[in-house]
């Protein structure tokens, strides 16, 4: 069974830092796309940043780039997201989401954790 | 940056009525697009790809149609479990934005 942990959300200050992990299981890690998706309260789902298997390849929303680094640990199976001078809009639930290929040229997202809340409030 | 426009916002209807949501592309995304159905305290569930492939476990009600800037969602005939908030998300090119959602409630 696919399994999505993530881990290290909370309150912080704006300016301040987070670090977001993300412990998967359940499926070969370095076989996937992986991505951050955050969604605030009430509002729909917004994509943040994916990162290729081989951690190669990685890119951002326009708003995080510069801000935010994604990364991965093959060898732990794990996803990151550094998050820094963080901003009040940043505010939401962080979901860990698993890309499938499904063989026509696409990946889609088609797993998700249960996520983790950033809070950015003084 | 593509953006994904979604009408209705909210769609009133009764079980066993068909509904119908729409998906627009600022500009062409081809057949990369999905849909999503979001239920209150869970989270996002795939139900097409590639524009009009079911993934699995998706009831035949539901299906998808549409390329280039045009898509739709249809679900023939609703259920009382699919009352829900649908998402359309490209995967065309990057960033990657979600549409900003069409809520199917009860009349």
């Known amino acids: 069974e696919v399994q999505l942990v993530e881990s290290g959300g909370g309150l912080v200050q704006p300016g301040g830092s987070l670090r977001l992990s993300c412990a998967a299981s359940?499926?070969?890690?370095?076989?996937?796309?992986m991505t951050w998706v955050r969604q605030a309260p009430g509002k729909g789902p917004e994509w943040v940043a994916n990162?290729?298997?081989?951690?190669?390849?990685?890119?951002?929303l326009d708003s995080v780039k510069d801000r935010f680094i994604i990364s991965r640990d093959n060898a732990q199976s794990s996803l990151f997201l550094q998050m820094n001078s963080l901003r009040a809009e940043d505010t939401g639930r962080y979901y860990c989401v698993r890309d499938t290929y499904f063989g026509s040229g696409s990946y889609y997202a088609d797993h998700w954790g249960q996520g983790t809340l950033v809070t950015v409030s003084s | 940056e593509i953006v994904l426009t979604q009408s209705p916002a909210t769609l009133s209807l009764s079980p066993g009525e068909s509904a119908t949501l729409s998906c627009r592309a600022s500009q062409s995304v081809g057949s990369s697009l999905a849909w999503y159905q979001q239920k209150p305290g869970q989270t996002p569930r795939l139900l097409i790809y590639?524009?009009?492939n079911r993934a699995t476990g998706v009831p035949a009600r539901f299906s998808g149609s549409g390329s280039g800037t045009d898509f739709t969602l249809t679900i023939s005939s609703l259920e009382p479990e699919d009352f829900a908030v649908y998402y359309c998300h490209q995967r065309s090119q990057w960033p990657l934005p979600f549409g900003p959602g069409t809520k199917v409630d009860f009349k």
């Open positions: 590639d524009a009009s």
């Open positions: 990162v290729k298997q081989d951690g190669s390849a990685k890119y951002y």
């Open positions: 359940g499926f070969t890690f370095n076989n996937y796309w």
